[in-house]
């Protein structure tokens, strides 16, 4: 299974970007899907999952209402919308994937090399 993340990148706080990560290797579609990142000088924090139909959605309380994760399984494609970026939310961001609902936001299998997102105050 392989992950790809894309659309990391620098932007000013309160602007948006769109990370992109595409999936190969396996049924996308029966996999849970997320997102999980590792900030400056911190350790990997679980940021968001999906499920596999797309219609649950979870996200850690610091970004409830600024990020959207969804998912295309005709695309093999999932997606982390990002709104109103703070400063704090500058680090690497990884895509994750796992058949094992338990397994996405704790110890996933599968993992992206990581994108970079930097929000400049």
């Known amino acids: 299974v392989q992950l790809v993340e894309s659309g990391g990148g620098l932007v000013q706080a309160g602007g948006s970007l769109r990370l992109s990560c595409t999936v190969s290797g396996c049924t996308f579609r029966h996999y849970h899907v997320g997102w999980f990142y590792r900030a400056p000088g911190k350790g990997l924090e679980w940021v968001s999952d999906i499920d596999t139909l797309g219609t649950s959605t979870y996200y850690t309380d610091s970004v409830k209402g600024r990020f959207t994760i969804s998912r295309d399984n005709a695309k093999s494609t999932v997606y982390l919308q990002m709104n109103s970026l703070k400063p704090e939310d500058t680090a690497v961001y990884y895509c994750?994937?796992?058949?094992?609902?338990?397994?996405?936001?704790?110890?996933?299998?599968?993992w992206g090399p990581g994108t970079q997102v930097t929000v400049s105050s």
């Open positions: 994750v994937a796992d058949p094992n609902w338990e397994h996405v936001r704790l110890t996933p299998n599968y």
